[in-house]
């Protein structure tokens, strides 16, 4: 079914996005508490560098289908 | 750089006093506000400069370059008018003007030249034409009549060539046949009539003069013979010794024949002159003749003038001879004059000596006294001695008086050789014109002979050509005649064909519907079995048919019918004699007869639910595709109220084709149960509203497939049904 495509993205998107803040969260913390003298920004860092990657990946999910594949644009 | 100069100077003011942080504060501004406001004033002239140094250049270029011109006025707005206001508007056709002013300069000139070429041309032909005529100055009458023809012609074409470009030819018209022979026979006639006229005059002025001629010839033959009679009686007289009665006869004859000789002379004299004057009364004549141009007159006239010549010739010798016989009887008559001088002095003296023997009657006697005798004697030896002693002194003048004679000869001699001389070189060149003329007049009769034989072969060759024409006008009137003749027996042949082919056909015609009736007939009784035939297998068909349309009716709400395979199965069996039928029953779809079909009801259900999807991601499509178009998308079917159900127009504009509008389109249909429609119109949606609802799509497409089968089957049946039951 065509129509459930869109949901089954926007799922895998927040899932993704979930997983890659979570991460980077938590790299944040470890590198700053380690690192930087608990200083907040390599947190901020590294969750935004989670969120931006999570919304990159659910951008191209989304597009995927508009974009050519090298291997099909070479066909 | 104004937010660095201020944390600098904040910096600056909190390590430092605080009092000192306004004036810092601004300097800082009237350093930063003086250095911005210098360099703005100089960002502002130089763009000035560019800008005012651009149009400038630009201006004084479109002058120079016209395409430069035309492009800048055709893209930039309004420089038509500021370039038409600097320089004025733009030249058209300043140079093809030129051009062409040129190439209509060159074309007058040209054909001038022609028109120029053409005059000489013509000019040069007819001098060449005009100068030929002249040239042949042998007056052959048909040639003359041609030559006369050719001069006016010329006229003509000298008049006429300045105005016509045409080429100068001769126009030479044949004249008909009889025109010409009566042009011919006219100026033949006319010929004969002056060469009789003239030959006539001719004739009669020289018989005349002829006779005139022989009269003077005759004249001076007689005078001459008078001359030398006399001459030779005067010799006789002087030297004969005859007695006194002969001698006075002699002296009696003598002087008749010198008064004959006179006579004579006379005579001739007049006759001469007569002669002379017939002489030239006749060469008038000839030359009057000789200025007529008739040719053929000119033998004539030859003739007439050699006669001339002639009789000139034997006049002058004859007066020759005349003179020189005269000239004889003069030497003869001063010697006989002489010796008349001495006799009679002699005589004279004589008497003188003796004058009584004159006196006296006894000199009658004869017989002389003795003193008489002496005294002659003496007188006669006296006169002895004087002629002794004239002659001695003769002797001695003898070579004077010789050389004066012989002076005197030569002069008379040279004289008469000069004459002489004179009148045989004017016989000589009178010969030779005569001479002249004869060979000319040969030589012409030559030409026109040579003419003649010319003018034959081309009269020859005229009749060979006419016969040839002749012979190819009569080849082709009779291969014309055979041509007419062979489409006209072929016209009869079609037709007698085509009649015999009408009855043919017509027989045939009648045998065909006999047999076809007949035909007719048998087919009718079998048709009716076959009928009976058909109308059982169509009611098995329309049954089959019937249980097809029932499994649609199986379909529940969101689960497809039954698989269509059975009862399709069943329709291809039924039909199996029936292309139409056949080709319908295989055109199902696959997945309609493996898997089965959705309902309608099912379908529409789906739709609705598709439809807020589809009105949430109406905004994208393969250029809008980011996760802030996805965002503005959802705002947009969050915010954005349409019909739900909207009637579609029968026609669609662009502004129908918004994805809200299609789709309340679509559901609009849907209530109205027209999926077809409805299929139609979510067709419309593109980009990710599109891919949405393709499956919808392919599922409606599905089901109107199977539905469309089914009806044109069942419709088919019935057809044939009512086709095969027939009313009785």
């Known amino acids: 079914m065509s129509e459930k495509e869109l949901g089954k993205k926007w799922d895998r998107c927040l899932a993704d996005g979930a997983i890659k803040f979570g991460t980077g969260l938590g790299l944040g913390i470890v590198l700053s508490v380690l690192f930087f003298k608990r200083h907040t920004w390599p947190i901020s860092f590294g969750s935004g560098a989670g969120l931006g990657m999570a919304y990159a990946n659910c951008q191209n999910d989304l597009r995927s289908h508009y974009m050519l594949h090298r291997s099909e644009k070479e066909q | ?728």
């Not at chain 2, 005059?201 to 020289?206: I, V």
């Open chain 2, 1 to 728: 750089m104004l937010r660095a100069c201020l944390r600098g100077a904040n910096a600056t003011a909190r390590t430092n006093l605080r009092g000192t942080r306004p004036n810092n504060l601004q300097q800082c501004r009237h350093y930063t506000a003086g250095e911005s406001s210098g360099g703005a004033a100089k960002v502002v002239v130089a763009g000035l400069l560019t800008v005012g140094g651009g149009v400038g250049g630009t201006i004084i270029y479109a002058k120079w370059d016209h395409k430069f011109r035309a492009a800048v006025e055709k893209n930039v707005p309004y420089s038509d008018r500021l370039l038409g206001l600097a320089w004025g508007p733009l030249p058209q056709d300043g140079r093809p003007s030129v051009q062409k002013q040129v190439e209509v300069a060159q074309p007058p000139s040209m054909m001038e030249k022609q028109m120029k070429a053409s005059k000489s041309k013509s000019e040069k032909k007819a001098k060449e034409t005009t100068e030929s005529p002249a040239a042949e100055s042998a007056p052959v009458p048909p040639v003359q009549s041609l030559e006369e023809e050719c001069t006016e012609c010329h006229h003509h074409d000298d008049s006429a060539a300045p105005v016509a470009e045409s080429p100068v030819t001769e126009p030479l018209k044949e004249r008909p046949v009889e025109e010409v022979s009566a042009r011919l026979a006219k100026q033949d006639q006319e010929e004969q009539d002056v060469i009789a006229a003239v030959s006539v005059s001719l004739e009669e002025s020289l018989a005349s003069s002829a006779k005139s001629t022989l009269q003077a010839i005759g004249a001076q033959e007689a005078a001459l013979q008078a001359v030398i009679r006399h001459t030779l009686k005067l010799k006789e007289a002087m030297e004969a010794e005859a007695p006194p009665q002969e001698k006075s006869a002699q002296w009696k004859d003598l002087e008749t024949s010198l008064a004959e000789r006179n006579s004579a002379v006379n005579d001739a004299a007049a006759a001469l002159t007569k002669a002379n004057v017939a002489l030239d009364s006749l060469k008038s004549v000839i030359d009057e003749s000789k200025g007529l141009k008739v040719s053929a007159v000119r033998p004539v006239v030859l003739a007439a003038e050699e006669n001339l010549h002639n009789m000139v010739v034997d006049l002058d010798k004859a007066v020759t001879k005349v003179q020189t016989a005269e000239s004889e009887a003069k030497i003869v008559s001063q010697y006989s004059e002489l010796v008349n001088e001495a006799k009679l002095q002699f005589q004279k003296e004589v008497s003188s000596l003796t004058p009584e023997i004159q006196a006296n009657w006894k000199s009658l006697t004869g017989k002389l006294s003795p003193d008489d005798l002496n005294a002659l004697i003496a007188h006669a030896h006296r006169r002895i001695d004087q002629l002794n002693r004239e002659l001695a002194e003769q002797r001695v003048r003898e070579q004077i008086h010789i050389d004066a004679a012989l002076e005197q000869q030569k002069l008379e001699d040279q004289k008469a050789l000069e004459k002489a001389v004179s009148t045989s070189l004017q016989h000589v060149k009178e010969e030779a014109r005569l001479e002249q003329e004869r060979k000319l007049t040969e030589l012409r009769e030559v030409m026109e002979a040579e003419m003649r034989t010319q003018l034959r072969r081309q009269a020859a060759a005229h009749t060979d050509h006419v016969q040839d024409v002749l012979k190819v006008q009569e080849a082709e009137l009779r291969s014309e005649a055979d041509q007419v003749l062979g489409s006209k027996l072929l016209e009869q042949e079609t037709r007698y064909r085509q009649l015999s082919q009408e009855q043919l056909d017509n027989f045939t015609l009648d045998m065909n519907s006999a047999y076809a009736r007949l035909k007719g007939m048998e087919e009718a009784i079998d048709s009716h079995v076959i009928a009976e035939e058909e109308a059982r297998k169509a009611h098995q068909l329309w049954l089959s048919v019937e249980a097809l349309s029932y499994t649609l009716k199986t379909a529940d709400t969101n689960a497809p019918s039954v698989p269509l395979e059975v009862a399709a199965q069943a329709v291809r069996d039924n039909c199996s004699d029936n292309d139409f039928a056949l080709a319908l029953s295989s055109a199902f779809p696959q997945e309609s007869l493996q898997r089965g079909v959705y309902s309608e009801a099912s379908l529409r259900a789906r739709f609705n639910s598709l439809r807020s999807l589809a009105r949430r991601v109406a905004l994208i499509d393969e250029s809008h595709n980011s996760l802030y178009q996805y965002f503005l998308s959802y705002l947009q079917a969050a915010l954005l109220f349409e019909n739900k159900h909207e009637a579609p127009p029968t026609q669609l504009s662009s502004e129908d084709l918004d994805p809200f509008k299609l789709l309340s389109y679509a559901s609009y249909c849907l209530e109205h149960g027209d999926l077809e429609l409805a299929a139609k119109l979510v067709n419309q949606l593109r980009g990710e509203a599109r891919r949405v609802v393709e499956d919808w799509l392919t599922e409606a497409r599905l089901t109107l497939e199977t539905r469309q089968v089914i009806n044109l089957l069942s419709a088919y049946a019935n057809a044939v049904g009512l086709g095969t039951t027939q009313a009785p």
